[in-house]
Structures are given as structure tokens and as C-alpha cells.
């Protein structure tokens, strides 16, 4: 078994993880990291923990070269919000120095959404409830905007990196303009999850429905998050709209205008870090570069479309 945190490491884990500690544990790959096309497992590694055959808890390891970009501990206490109010499975154990977290295991009943569950009207819903949940929940400790992320990432990557597009300047700059725009609308911040990829919205028995990966988990403003899911699930403003309905009871167009501009530069956002990641992380295997680019063209599809920059004027 491949054993990213070290097999030290993770001994370190199991002597000091509750109620293992003594234990013989079965340590078990839990799912092989994916970048294209879902970005799954790829920031991390995790393990589940087996125990006389029974869950003994879901292990999230972080890759050791990207850790300074995620804050663990507000990672952990946002799960702990969440799991507070019956949305994620509860954090049992914080280990920083060894970059990982020990979780409850669902269990083998839950699995991962796929985009075809998201467009079903009432899946939509749980996922959109849930967010409400949590955004009515107690401030976070931590706050952070999608365009804080991506002034981070444009410095870290560098301007000139030979991987961006030759039109990201142009990406960049309406970036720029859709922050400027968002902040002179007003913004209010809320407990937001942050990272709808898909893969975090694990589905069980009966309906049921926990929030995974709290890394980006932070005060932000709730309409980043919702464009970022609807952008992912749909393709028309129709759609988008009908969505919309569901979360707010009904449709506004300065709401929808508001989760397209989210989306376009969730879109850069997620670029720019895939590249990142294309540079730092020691599995060359992953197609990093291609999801890149997946989320570049969808970004340019969005700011080239005939009236957006109309869009930002109505928010």
C-alpha cells in the first residue's frame, strides 16, 4: 500500500487516533485521486480504518507539498459546524503535524454525487437546504472570497508561468472586474462550504445527504458557492433560473446574474490552482493540466458571452 503521510506517520496517527489506540487496524486506500474530469482525491489521501471488521473511521491525509495551502484547523472546525448540525460526518481527531484528519466513516451504504443527481429537483434541493443550514449556522473562524483565492494563486503560480493560457491576463482582468463589481453590490458573509465538486456531497439510504472536505470551508458570501454548484450541474440560464427558484422561493435576476459571475471566476480560480497542483504534487499521473483547461474554456465561454459585462452592471 502506498502510504503518502509515511508509514511513521500514520503509526503516529493510529497510537493517538480515539479508541484505536492498542487496536490492530486495517488501513484500506479509500478512493484513487482523479484531476480530469473530477477533480477527486487529488489534494489528498484517504484511508479508511477497519477495526474486527467493523468502520473504525475515514482518515483525510493531505499531500505533504501542498499543506500551506489549506488550513487545517479551520478545516476542522467547519467540519465540527457542520457535523453539529446533521450536515458531515463528525471530525474525530486533528493531527497537524502530520497534516491529516480523522473522521466518522459513513459507512458503505453512502457514495459520492454524480452531475446526473444534482439535476434531480429534489437532490438539488437537499444540497441547496443544506447550504442554508449551514449558512444560518455561527460565524467561522476563518473568511475568504473566491478572489482572495485567486490573487493567491496568480502569485504563487506566477504570471508568466509557461502553463497558463495565452489569453489568462485577459482572464485575470475580468476576474478583477467581477470582484470589483460583487464588492460595490454588497456582500454578505455566511458559513459557506465552499467546494461543491460533485465527489463532496456524499448520498446514502433514504434520502440522506453529508457534506465532505471542508477545506475551502469558510465566512463567505453564500452566492459563490451556489453559481460554483449550479455551474457544475447546468448548462442554460433556465436551468440555473428553476434553481434558483428552489433556494430562494423565487426568481431574480439580480440573483442569477450574481451566481454567473460567481461562476466565471470560480472557473479562473480552479485553473489556476489545477496548475498549481500540476507543479507541486508528486503524481505526475494526474491530468491536472487537462481539468485545467476545462475549467479555463468554460471560464472564457462565460466572460465572452454577449452582454456580460450587462451582467455585472445588474448586480
Not at 478512493?31 to 477533480?39: E, F, I, K, L, M
Not at 489521501?45 to 493531505?62: H, M, N, S, Y
Not at 473562524?141 to 493567491?152: I, L
Not at 465527489?199 to 472536505?213: A, T
Amino acid at each position: 500500500m502506498s502510504d503518502p503521510a509515511g508509514s511513521d506517520a500514520l503509526a503516529r496517527i493510529l497510537a493517538r487516533a480515539p479508541g484505536l489506540a492498542g487496536r490492530s487496524v486495517d488501513v484500506e486506500l479509500a478512493a484513487p485521486g482523479v484531476a480530469s474530469p473530477s477533480y477527486h482525491a487529488v489534494e489528498s489521501t484517504t484511508f479508511r480504518l477497519v477495526v474486527a471488521g467493523e468502520p473504525g473511521g475515514f482518515l483525510k491525509v493531505t499531500e505533504p507539498a501542498i499543506r500551506d495551502l489549506i488550513d487545517l484547523s479551520a478545516s476542522f472546525e467547519a467540519a465540527g459546524a457542520a457535523a453539529a448540525r446533521g450536515l458531515a460526518p463528525a471530525p474525530l481527531a486533528l493531527f497537524e503535524e502530520e497534516g491529516a484528519i480523522l473522521f466518522e466513516d459513513l459507512g458503505a451504504d453512502w457514495r459520492p454525487a454524480r452531475m446526473d443527481d444534482l439535476r434531480r429537483d429534489d437532490r438539488l434541493a437537499g444540497v441547496l437546504d443544506a447550504y442554508g443550514v449551514f449558512a444560518d449556522g455561527p460565524a467561522l473562524s476563518r473568511s475568504w472570497s473566491v478572489f482572495d483565492g485567486v490573487e493567491t494563486m496568480w502569485r504563487l503560480l506566477g504570471s508568466d508561468a509557461d502553463t497558463l493560457p495565452p489569453d489568462a491576463w485577459w482572464l485575470k482582468r475580468w476576474t478583477d472586474a467581477i470582484g470589483e463589481a460583487i464588492v460595490a453590490a454588497g456582500v454578505d458573509l455566511r458559513p459557506a462550504h465552499n467546494d461543491p465538486h460533485a465527489s463532496n456531497l456524499m448520498l446514502g439510504p433514504d434520502g440522506g445527504l453529508r457534506l465532505v472536505d471542508f477545506d475551502m470551508a469558510a465566512n463567505s458570501d453564500p452566492y459563490h458557492q451556489i453559481g460554483a454548484l449550479l455551474n457544475e450541474a447546468f448548462q442554460f440560464d433556465s436551468e440555473m433560473a428553476r434553481a434558483l427558484e428552489i433556494y430562494e422561493g423565487a426568481s431574480r435576476p439580480a440573483s442569477l446574474a450574481r451566481c454567473r459571475a460567481y461562476a466565471a471566476a470560480d472557473d479562473f480560480y480552479w485553473g489556476l490552482r489545477s496548475l498549481l497542483l500540476d507543479r507541486l504534487s508528486p503524481h505526475a499521473s494526474l491530468e491536472f493540466r487537462k481539468y485545467a483547461g476545462w475549467r479555463f474554456l468554460r471560464c472564457r465561454m462565460l466572460v465572452g458571452r454577449p452582454g456580460f459585462e450587462e451582467t455585472l452592471r445588474s448586480l
